[in-house]
């Protein structure tokens, strides 16, 4: 079964993961077992970074120790069993970008975070073709937890973004990087999170399926995104994604779906339950016309869309800054079908008098929802 291929986390800015970088059940099987299957069998082969010269100072680059770490357990001969790497507490390890490719030898892969990865002082490495910090690639079975940190070092950027200008004006320092993106994973579970200030909080993107998102609290940016899908090519797919007990704040959407328009595929047996919002400019968005900016252009409609079926909005509540509190803009043509709202109250925010909802196209019930959905019946 396959955990977590071409997870790429772009760790660009400082985030501060909980009670860690993960626990146990968050690169693991959702109702597939593979906890018991995999991760509770008996460690073959255990590895460190500081037996591979790592200082853990914070002051002294560390990425060629990882690097050559990696190196050994991803080639591992542990006779099909799991190995695990080892990051210590109480120590701070400086790293330029990293790449961690697979496939591996081993049944899983554990990774023990214990102390904390920090970033380049520098942005500069952004500008030198690598979008990434921290990245896994064709890597199954993938397993992370600890009580560590990661630290993006987001204040630097910041300051970095507030100091340029282009042509007198200044530059919108609000779009940041996204924080966390999943990229063709499968039984994938993401659960008690907590950072500040990305683009998207979490991203499901193309190739994805059956994943669960419980615990995340965000905000502000993007907040939690399914897509954009077909961005890569004609093709993509995401499925049975499963968001549950999220908080989002001051975040620029909270629950979206968006695909580009023109391409094929689908989108389906989606939920998001329990969601808190907090002044949440877009708090409920589909759009199917992502790659024109959501304008409704007639002749783009007609280009057909990635089908978006089965998605359900249960219990969600909170604030709106905007008057435009749910938007389902979907495609003339293939449109979205059975989507389902049930207890779901969105209240305009201080500086919004009203809430209200528009769709486009969109089929399926509502039941309980504030404000009135009118494609819904």
């Not at 049975?240 to 989108?267: D, M, P, W």
């Not at 938007?327 to 979205?336: E, F, K, Q």
Request: aromatic share 8%; hydrophobic share 35%.
């Amino acid at each position: 079964m396959q955990l977590a291929f071409g997870i790429a986390l772009s760790l660009l800015f400082g985030f501060a993961f909980g009670n860690g970088f993960f626990s146990k059940e968050t690169i693991s099987a959702f109702n597939f077992g593979l906890e018991n299957e995999i991760f509770n069998e008996q460690v073959i082969s255990s590895f460190s970074v500081m037996d591979y010269g790592a200082t853990g100072n914070g002051q002294i680059d560390d990425s060629q120790a990882f690097n050559k770490a990696w190196k050994d357990i991803c080639n591992a001969n542990a006779g099909g069993e799991i190995v695990t790497l080892e990051i210590p507490r109480g120590k701070a390890f400086l790293l330029n970008p990293l790449f961690f490719q697979g496939p591996c030898k081993a049944k899983a892969i554990h990774i023990q975070l214990g102390g904390t990865l920090i970033a380049p002082l520098s942005t500069s490495w952004a500008n030198e073709g690598v979008d990434t910090w921290i990245q896994f690639s064709n890597v199954d079975n993938l397993y992370l937890d600890g009580d560590g940190k990661i630290d993006g070092r987001g204040s630097i950027w910041w300051q970095s973004c507030m100091k340029k200008s282009v042509y007198g004006i200044l530059l919108d320092c609000k779009r940041r990087p996204g924080a966390l993106h999943f990229n063709n994973c499968n039984g994938l579970q993401l659960k008690g999170l907590t950072h500040l200030n990305s683009d998207d909080c979490v991203a499901i993107n193309g190739g994805s399926s059956f994943i669960n998102i419980t615990g995340v609290v965000c905000g502000p940016g993007h907040g939690i995104s399914i897509g954009s899908l077909g961005d890569g090519g004609d093709y993509d797919t995401v499925e049975q994604v499963h968001v549950k007990n999220c908080t989002l704040t001051e975040t620029q959407n909270g629950v979206r779906i968006k695909t580009f328009q023109g391409r094929s595929g689908y989108a389906r047996k989606i939920s998001f339950e329990q969601i808190v919002l907090s002044n949440a400019r877009n708090p409920i968005i589909i759009n199917q016309f992502y790659q024109d900016k959501g304008k409704l252009s007639k002749g783009i409609m007609k280009a057909g869309a990635i089908e978006i079926s089965d998605v359900t909005y249960s219990d969600i509540r909170g604030t709106s800054a905007n008057d435009q509190a749910i938007d389902l803009r979907c495609d003339n043509v293939v449109g979205c079908s059975n989507i389902v709202m049930r207890n779901i109250d969105i209240t305009p925010g201080a500086d919004c008098p009203k809430t209200y909802a528009v769709c486009n196209n969109a089929h399926g019930t509502a039941t309980e929802t504030q404000p009135r959905v009118p494609c819904l019946s």
